[in-house]
């Protein structure tokens, strides 16, 4: 998070009042102290532009999301694409697509170019070839360890799979698994209230967990804010049908929203990077050709 407001764009904050208290938070110790109280007092409460009557109904995790979004939207080449969902009818003429706008997403290829060749990247962290590992029992039998993605069965097969196929015309260069990993779970912003967040993140099973559970680590990469289907929907619904959708047609609408974000998060970059793979100076400074390969997605069931 900035340390000021310099570089947020100006509809990040509701008003000047939140501002400056989202600031405080954010700036200053960790650990809020008299001084920090003070300075609460000082550079807040005392700022001309602060208003008691702006606070009203202020919900700190909401302000902040709202922060997050409006990053989102001028930063990190994340942008705002259209969905749209086929609807089925049952019986009678067939009805338009129905379009879900503003869902915010960044690229999975540009995320993979970036962060692999990032010197912040942990270079001496990535393992670019997998293994199995076995512990020795004291009885004397071996036992297979299962701890990180790189040295699990998939990996490995994937890393074997992919050095048995005819290589890229021309090209010599190693040819590695680019372990992706995806998780996702919708966030509620208030204690009351249905005002509420669903974010997908992005990680790289190259790196070890003990690295990727690291709040410090820039290991998670926030990909999308997957959208829900809107309320209008039934009004959309209604004009064309005369009648309300039903929920068993809800559900599958549903379902096809989160195909249409698939859909466009694996799109024609993406594939093409799947098969022929992209060309990278790691962060370890060698030229390889990384292939990315979906292993895990954790996500809760928000279609039902």
Known sequence: ????????????????????????????????????????????????????SDLLGFDARRATAKVDTAIARHTDHWEEAT????????????????????FLNRSIVEIIKSSWSSIEAHASEWHYIPFRQFWQRPDGRTERVHDELYASEAFNQAYEDLQRQDPEPGCTLERVVCGLMFWS?????????????????????????????????????????IPKLPDTFYDFFLKHKKEPPTADLLTHCRRELMHAVWRHLLDAD?????????????????????????????ADYPEK
């Open 1 to 52: 998070m900035p340390s000021t407001s310099d570089t947020l764009p100006s509809d990040a904050f509701d008003n000047p009042t939140t501002q400056l208290l989202l600031e405080w938070m954010w700036t200053g110790s960790d650990r809020k102290s008299c001084e920090e109280l003070n300075r609460l007092a000082r550079d807040v409460m005392g700022h001309p532009l602060f208003k008691v």
């Open 83 to 102: 969905l749209e969902i086929k609807v089925p009818t049952g019986h009678g003429d067939p009805i338009p697509p129905f379009a879900v706008h503003g």
């Open 185 to 225: 779970d919708s966030t509620h912003l208030a204690n009351f209230g249905d005002a509420s967040l669903w974010p997908l993140y992005m990680y790289f099973g190259n790196l070890s967990k003990y690295v990727r559970c690291k709040p410090s680590s820039p290991s998670c990469h926030h990909l999308a804010y």
């Open 270 to 298: 993406f594939l093409k990077a799947y098969t022929h793979g992209i060309v990278i100076k790691c962060a370890d400074g060698i030229m390889r050709r990384v292939y990315p390969r979906i292993f895990t997605y954790s």
